[in-house]
């Protein structure tokens, strides 16, 4: 299946700011990432900290996904 993803911050500066990931069926949200961690040669724990966003409210890292799906995966950001 195909999901779209856009990606913000550092993720987006490695990888570019939008991407289709090609994922089995039965895929989740922590496997989007793990592929997206691969793809970019980052840290195991890399994701760990990311929000993923789908139809405008974050979903789970075990949120089963549908062929189709957009996501947007979000950095945190820090500051003061």
């Keep these: 299946m195909h ?6 911050g ?10 289709v990931v090609e994922l089995g069926p039965g895929a989740r949200v922590c496997d989007l990432l793990e592929a997206l961690a691969a793809d970019g040669a980052l840290g195991e724990r890399a994701c760990d900290g990311l929000a993923v966003v789908a ?6 890292h075990d949120r089963v996904l549908a062929d189709g799906d957009r996501l947007d995966v979000l950095v945190p950001a820090a500051g003061g």
């Design 55 to 60: 139809g405008g409210s974050i979903v789970t």
């Design 3 to 8: 999901i779209t993803v856009r990606l913000s």
């Design 10 to 19: 550092s993720l987006a500066e490695q990888l570019g700011n939008r991407r």
